[in-house]
């Protein structure tokens, strides 16, 4: 039998073992990526689901975490062997502090999910075991298109919500590639929907082609005009239609959209009164575009938001009503009537942002203006003042219970 010395080893080792050896190390090695400056942008534009374990060693919470991850890595592996279909990746974020600095990770462990090269909104919360991790993996990985059978459907299909539509000659083409990997990033925000074959040879006569459906019209459809196979045009284009300047914040939506980090400007309303909801839009659109990467822009059922409401001193019988919740304190719009008057709304996130709102709650108002009263020859004191109550909807961010935070060292 040959035989032969290992490196740094004071015995001798048979081949056959050595062969044995090699087999094991191979079964263990291990299935989760690390991810690192040099390799996490090419993985994650490279695979169509990343789940990501932020991690920091000193943290006895991550340390747990580490095997069951690992383990599921394996199941995964297994169950979605695809080449570019799924990675189970670790960063060490006390290693790699400016990508734990770019995806807000504050503590730990914390995991997210990227699916075609996009961070997912929701952050994994839920249960952390093998089982669930994989199950996670594979709801992300259902398709996110629906494929139609005939162009009949396309008038039919949901009214409410906001559709991105496709015709292809071919499944196979590189274009359709391309927009499945869009709706993978965007399915959360839009119902994307593609057809192709002989029944759509109508729709498929100038080519293949894809356009926007908004909410509740048939003849406003909008079409995309760049090139097919952009990625990152055609998804700059798709998140533009999907995600509007303006959304609604729900019970179910609450909490990712406090995880962007930024303060809300909302108009609590009644949900038949659109009058007041078109009023917003449009001021936010014509004065506060500017503003969209420093505040959400919200409206809220305020017959359902009636927590706020009341720590704002208001009720429904009061709606509607205009806040900002900065994530410390709530301030309440002076007049709801002032929405359409130039520069009113405006003024007001100005002020958060100046630091006026908050100093004023802590130092008083600033020094009061004298104003004459149109019609009065005497010129009186403006002594409003602001009075603001702790921000409410912070609230709906997640526990820290749960996490390990540097400073505890």
Same mark, same amino acid.
């Given at each position: 039998?040959?035989?032969?010395?290992?490196?740094?080893?004071?015995?001798?080792?048979?081949?056959?073992?050595?062969?044995?050896?090699?087999?094991?190390?191979?079964?263990?090695?291990?299935?989760?990526?690390?991810?690192?400056?040099?390799?996490?942008?090419?993985?994650?534009?490279?695979?169509?689901?990343?789940?990501?374990?932020?991690?920091?060693?000193?943290?006895?919470?991550?340390?747990?975490? *580490?095997?069951?991850?690992?383990?599921?890595?394996?199941?995964?592996?297994?169950?979605?062997?695809?080449?570019?279909?799924?990675?189970?990746?670790?960063?060490?974020?006390?290693?790699?502090?400016?990508?734990?600095?770019?995806?807000?990770?504050?503590?730990?462990?914390?995991?997210?999910?990227?699916?075609?090269?996009?961070?997912?909104?929701?952050?994994?919360?839920?249960?952390?075991?093998?089982?669930?991790?994989?199950?996670?993996?594979?709801?992300?990985? =259902?398709?996110?298109?629906? =494929?139609?059978?005939?162009?009949?459907?396309?008038?039919?299909?949901?009214?409410?919500?906001?559709?991105?539509?496709?015709?292809?000659?071919?499944?196979?083409?590189?274009?359709?590639?391309?927009?499945?990997?869009?709706?993978?990033?965007?399915?959360?925000?839009?119902?994307?929907?593609?057809?192709?074959?002989?029944?759509?040879? *109508?729709?498929?006569?100038?080519?293949?082609?894809?356009?926007?459906?908004?909410?509740? $019209?048939?003849?406003?459809?909008?079409?995309?005009?760049?090139?097919?196979?952009?990625?990152?045009?055609?998804?700059?284009?798709?998140?533009?239609?999907?995600?509007?300047?303006?959304?609604?914040?729900?019970?179910?939506?609450?909490?990712?959209?406090?995880?962007?980090?930024?303060?809300?400007?909302?108009?609590?309303?009644?949900?038949?009164?659109?009058?007041?909801?078109?009023?917003?839009?449009?001021?936010?659109?014509?004065?506060?575009? $500017?503003?969209?990467?420093?505040?959400?822009?919200?409206?809220?059922?305020?017959?359902?938001?009636?927590?706020?409401?009341?720590?704002?001193?208001?009720?429904? =019988?009061?709606?509607?009503?205009?806040?900002?919740?900065?994530?410390?304190?709530?301030?309440?719009?002076?007049?709801?009537?002032?929405?359409?008057?130039?520069?009113?709304?405006?003024?007001?996130?100005?002020?958060?942002?100046?630091?006026?709102?908050?100093?004023?709650?802590?130092?008083?108002?600033?020094?009061?203006?004298?104003?004459?009263?149109?019609?009065?020859?005497?010129?009186?004191?403006?002594?409003?003042?602001?009075?603001?109550?702790?921000?409410?909807?912070?609230?709906?961010?997640?526990?820290?219970?749960?996490? $390990?935070?540097?400073?505890?060292?």
């Amino acid at each position: 039998m040959d035989s032969f010395r290992l490196k740094g080893c004071g015995y001798l080792v048979s081949s056959t073992v050595f062969l044995l050896c090699c087999v094991v190390c191979h079964t263990n090695q291990q299935a989760t990526v690390d991810l690192m400056d040099s390799n996490m942008d090419n993985i994650l534009q490279h695979n169509d689901i990343v789940f990501v374990n932020f991690y920091a060693n000193w943290c006895r919470f991550s340390q747990m975490l *580490k095997p069951i991850f690992e383990e599921a890595a394996k199941v995964a592996q297994q169950e979605f062997p695809g080449q570019g279909q799924v990675v189970f990746g670790g960063l060490d974020c006390d290693k790699y502090p400016a990508l734990a600095k770019k995806y807000h990770i504050s503590k730990y462990p914390t995991l997210k999910l990227f699916r075609g090269g996009q961070l997912a909104k929701r952050e994994y919360r839920s249960q952390r075991s093998k089982d669930a991790f994989v199950s996670h993996i594979r709801d992300n990985l =259902k398709d996110p298109l629906v =494929k139609l059978t005939n162009p009949d459907e396309v008038p039919n299909l949901d009214e409410s919500k906001r559709k991105v539509i496709g015709y292809f000659k071919s499944y196979e083409d590189a274009e359709y590639t391309a927009f499945r990997r869009v709706a993978s990033s965007l399915r959360d925000d839009c119902s994307f929907f593609a057809g192709s074959g002989e029944a759509f040879s *109508k729709e498929l006569a100038p080519g293949n082609s894809i356009m926007y459906r908004p909410p509740r $019209s048939i003849d406003q459809d909008m079409l995309f005009m760049g090139s097919m196979t952009n990625v990152e045009l055609l998804r700059a284009w798709s998140t533009d239609k999907c995600i509007p300047l303006v959304r609604e914040i729900t019970f179910e939506n609450g909490e990712e959209l406090t995880e962007e980090g930024l303060p809300f400007l909302i108009l609590f309303h009644k949900p038949e009164d659109t009058e007041v909801v078109r009023q917003y839009n449009d001021m936010i659109l014509r004065e506060l575009i $500017s503003e969209r990467g420093n505040m959400n822009f919200l409206t809220a059922d305020g017959t359902k938001f009636t927590h706020p409401l009341h720590h704002l001193g208001k009720t429904p =019988k009061d709606l509607p009503v205009i806040a900002i919740d900065s994530f410390r304190h709530m301030y309440l719009f002076p007049n709801i009537a002032d929405v359409p008057v130039p520069g009113k709304l405006k003024q007001f996130v100005l002020d958060l942002h100046s630091g006026k709102l908050h100093r004023e709650f802590h130092h008083g108002p600033d020094p009061a203006i004298q104003k004459t009263v149109p019609g009065s020859p005497k010129t009186v004191i403006d002594t409003d003042q602001t009075d603001p109550p702790e921000s409410q909807f912070v609230k709906l961010m997640p526990s820290e219970n749960r996490y $390990s935070f540097r400073d505890e060292l």
